[in-house]
């Protein structure tokens, strides 16, 4: 039952990536013809260096979860890291959202320190710094945008998410006020699991201690966000038959690109992410051909980084260790492992 149930929900989220893309294409069908003129402008020297700048991104965000990682005296070779995040490009592509393969990461990782409890948790620790740095960035912009009445209601959804990152760094690494809200009290007392939820919790509140590193990896994170951005900026650059699009309006923009592509609603994404970039773009009078021309070349970025990581997943062992982690689904955390 547990198994057909979890059936269901693939095929539902595959049907809503299909239905997602379809609803687009059909709203388009007018304009496919411009889409498709807008990709085959494509001038790929520009583009091969934003896979160049992207290639750097993950060797930099590879390192930020190192420091991370050495917070805790788990040691990883660097080469593995960066590895994996390659495999995790690979499986965001048909995992649930755009960071579904954080899991296969954690994984892979893990099978390394036997830690899997810590490793899961840091990885996700890893991916709320980096959120959160996009969030900065976004508020950064608006200052930059205030002048679009437009962008009102987007702004308004920045504030939201940055104060919520916020709260959450504060109930992670100051245990007495967590400890004072009635929820917290419930998972740490009442639930059966709540043995793994308090390690959880240990772990993350542990970094509290590691303060050089949390600014490090902050430091990083938003080096990393910032190319990220410049990397679609020069996708959509890429493209001669596209106007320049203001460097500011994809700082402004992809960070809530970037964080509702990762809703696990979709199978990598795929719909969501450029439904995103019509949607965002449109805010301020893009044409939805230019938008959606910019979404497909991005995502087109993230298949070439996937393709490594598939070169990678082909290597000896390494398909036979990334199917038993699809099969186990990141389950049965070893709860006896020594937090450091």
Same mark, same amino acid.
């Given at each position: ?5 979890? /059936? ?37 020297? *520009? ?9 750097? #991104? ?18 990883? &070779? ?7 995040? *390659? ?27 036997? +830690? +899997? ?5 840091? #990885? ?50 100051? +245990?007495?006020?967590?400890? +004072?809200?009635?929820?917290?009290? *419930? ?24 303060? &050089? ?11 990393? !966000? ?6 679609? *900026? ?6 001669? /038959?596209?106007?320049? #699009?203001?460097? &500011? ?74 199917? !038993? ?16």
């Amino acid at each position: 039952m547990k198994k057909l149930n979890k /059936n269901i929900k693939l095929v539902t989220r595959i049907l809503f990536s299909i239905f997602i893309i379809g609803f687009i294409l059909y709203g388009m069908r007018g304009d496919l013809s411009k889409v498709k003129v807008n990709v085959l402008s494509t001038r790929w020297q *520009y583009f091969s260096l934003a896979v160049f700048l992207y290639i750097i #991104v993950s060797i930099l965000g590879s390192y930020r979860l190192h420091v991370l990682l050495m917070a805790h005296n788990i040691k990883v &070779r660097f080469t593995n890291i960066v590895k994996n995040i *390659y495999l995790g490009y690979l499986f965001n592509l048909f995992l649930l959202g755009s960071t579904g393969g954080d899991a296969i990461r954690s994984y892979y990782i893990a099978r390394e320190t036997h +830690k +899997k409890t810590e490793i899961i948790t840091l #990885v996700f620790f890893d991916r709320i710094i980096g959120l959160t740095t996009m969030m900065c960035i976004a508020l950064v912009s608006l200052m930059f945008n205030l002048d679009n009445p437009q962008l009102r209601s987007l702004a308004i959804t920045v504030i939201i998410l940055f104060v919520g990152a916020v709260l959450f760094f504060v109930l992670i690494l100051n +245990k007495n006020i967590a400890m +004072k809200i009635p929820a917290a009290k *419930y998972l740490a007392q009442k639930l059966f699991f709540k043995n793994t939820i308090t390690k959880i919790y240990e772990t993350m509140n542990f970094m509290k201690n590691h303060k &050089r590193k949390i600014a490090v990896a902050f430091f990083l994170a938003l080096v990393v !966000q910032s190319i990220a951005i410049f990397t679609t *900026y020069l996708v959509a650059f890429s493209m001669a /038959n596209i106007s320049c #699009v203001p460097l &500011r309006h994809f700082f402004l923009l992809m960070p809530v690109v970037y964080i509702g592509s990762a809703l696990p609603v979709s199978i990598g994404g795929w719909g969501v992410y450029e439904m995103g970039f019509v949607f965002c773009f449109g805010l301020i009078g893009y044409a939805e051909e230019v938008s959606l021309s910019i979404g497909l070349m991005s995502h087109f970025l993230l298949v070439l980084l996937g393709a490594i990581g598939a070169v990678i997943y082909i290597m000896p062992g390494t398909r036979h260790i990334a199917a !038993q982690a699809i099969a186990e689904g990141i389950e049965g955390i070893d709860e006896k492992d020594d937090l450091d």
